[in-house]
């Protein structure tokens, strides 16, 4: 944590306040000290101490750093997936590529992938880790997340061998236990729990073994997908885990697709979060995105990316792509019907309420990060309006974050008040400020290289497991069509 005083001046705050759902924005200056922002005013009534830092936000904007609620960090260096469905993904990516990582290329995947979200203004990644293969690769990832200078919830996935597993290995256990005895070793990185699983056993093993350890442990973050019922790998987690009385910790659900209007009301009443992931729903396909009309029944909704080894890894798409979905669903409800909006119902502002303070909510983390207020985690972002995408967009600041900001221009970057991303540095320093770019792209190139070394035939195998998983799951040419 950051042990300076840091002024951030001159600079157009947007935000959310207090339970207000419409973002506000206006001039102020803002005041962090030791990683916490202790006073927000208006512009220029705060009047600079000797040894303070000074960050001149003129023509800028400082908002909350984006939250995404659902990430798998650690394949973020593969990019090759972008025409993959997601029975391919889970045959090609997590039955070839999965048992061929190890651990020096796991850091350096798990690396890129957390400096590609700082890079793009997200300081707070919940991070579904099921590379858990073998204990040396998880504390890889763990020693990436902590030097990367992120706020991680780093959740630990339980492994089985998919799809007839023999559940958790004893040392995962045991590697837990560890964890929680001596820590994560940051501030910054918080132990979760990944808890994906199929059939009576994995519940029992949840209800009586990992959900008491969890409570004992201080453990109070879980991600879980629930996807579309027609891949047939999509199980009925919500309806599982209600029927069995285990929706008493707030546990997190992932997509929701198939959600009925029954379930989305139980995940209310249990005070559960669901991540939407609109770009590889509408991708894969999961399903159509929940988000809008989730947030709007009351739900606890925060974005996320998924896999930025499919999609843009970054949280302007993922915004957009929600809005977008949602405006056109209901766009062409009214043109079937001869009719023409007066007004767009879907605002900007409720798909930036939901990629930062939506986003806390959804993992019970609203009083420390997700918007820009006294009290807060000085987790920050700097956005540019002096870029050819943002010049003019002053008169709805909300607006131009949503529909024309991209990576290019988040300029500073601060988590726990730390300055991780400067953009306006020398490009002889590079922007991050605790790695050095050109060894970490030194470092992906080369477990590149090692990991397509380790099978001889890529697109033999690949097509092999894809083969495999549709037998398996059963899926016939009647239901998995080429043509359509």
């Known amino acids: 944590m950051a042990s300076s005083t840091t002024l951030i001046r001159n600079g157009t705050v947007v935000t959310c306040v207090g339970t207000e759902r419409t973002p506000s924005h206006f001039k102020a200056d803002v005041l962090v000290r030791n990683g916490i922002i202790v006073e927000v005013a ?27 609620t659902h990430r798998h960090v650690w394949e973020s260096a593969y990019r090759f997936m972008g025409d993959w469905t997601l029975l391919e993904y ?9 048992p061929v990582i190890e651990a020096d290329d796991a850091y350096a995947s798990q690396m890129l992938g957390y400096l590609e979200a700082l890079n793009g203004g997200v300081t707070t990644v919940v991070d579904h880790c099921h590379l858990t293969r073998e204990p040396q690769l998880f504390d890889a990832m763990l020693d990436a997340t902590r030097k990367s200078g992120i706020r991680s919830f780093l959740c630990y996935a339980r492994w089985e061998e998919w799809p007839n597993g023999s ?4 040392w995962q256990m045991n590697q837990l236990r560890s964890l929680v005895k001596d820590g994560t070793g940051s501030d910054r990185v918080t ?12 519940y029992r093993e949840l209800k009586d073994d990992l959900f008491p350890f969890a409570k004992e442990s201080g453990i109070d973050v879980f991600s879980t997908h629930t996807v579309s019922k027609l891949s047939g790998i999509g199980p009925d987690t919500i309806g599982q885990l209600a029927e069995r009385g285990m929706l008493n910790q ?4 992932v ?8 379930e989305r009301d139980t995940l209310i009443a249990a005070e559960c979060g669901i991540s939407s992931t609109p770009e590889i729903e509408l991708h894969m396909p999961l399903g159509n995105p929940v988000a809008l009309k989730a947030d709007e029944a009351g739900a606890r909704v925060g974005l996320g990316v998924d896999c930025g080894s499919v999609v843009s890894g970054e949280m302007f798409s993922a915004m957009r792509s929600a809005l977008q979905y949602q405006r056109g669903v209901e766009n062409a409800s009214l043109h079937s019907q001869g009719k023409f909006p007066k007004h767009l119902n879907r605002k900007a502002g409720d798909v930036f309420r939901m990629a930062t303070i939506g986003g806390a909510r959804a993992i019970h983390r609203e009083h420390l990060i997700g918007s820009v207020e006294v009290g807060k985690k000085a987790d920050l972002i700097l956005i540019n309006t002096l870029t050819p995408a943002m010049l003019g967009g002053e008169r709805d600041p909300v607006q131009a974050i949503v529909m024309h900001a991209s990576v290019a221009d988040v300029e500073i970057v601060l988590v726990d ?26 470092r992906v190139r080369d477990s590149l ?9 890529w697109d033999k195998a690949e097509e092999a497991g894809y083969t495999r998983i549709r037998n398996i799951i059963g899926l016939t040419n009647e239901v998995c069509v080429e043509k359509y």
Do not use: Y
């Open 191 to 202: 132990l979760g729990l990944a808890i994906d699983g199929l059939g009576d056993a994995f």
């Open 90 to 98: 889970v045959a090609k990516c997590l039955q070839v590529l999965f």
């Open 250 to 253: 707030p546990i997190l659900f």
């Open 449 to 457: 290289e090692r990991v397509k070394a380790r099978i001889s035939d």
């Open 417 to 442: 008040g730390e300055v991780v991303v400067d953009k306006t540095r020398p490009a002889s320093q590079g922007a991050f400020t605790r790695v050095k770019w050109a060894e970490e792209v030194r």
């Open 255 to 262: 997509h929701c697709n198939d959600m009925t209007d029954s």
């Open 167 to 170: 559940g958790r290995r004893e």
């Open 42 to 68: 208006r512009e220029n009534q705060i009047s600079p101490q000797e040894g303070w830092t000074i960050v001149d936000a003129t023509d800028k904007l400082v908002c909350p750093g984006f939250v995404d």
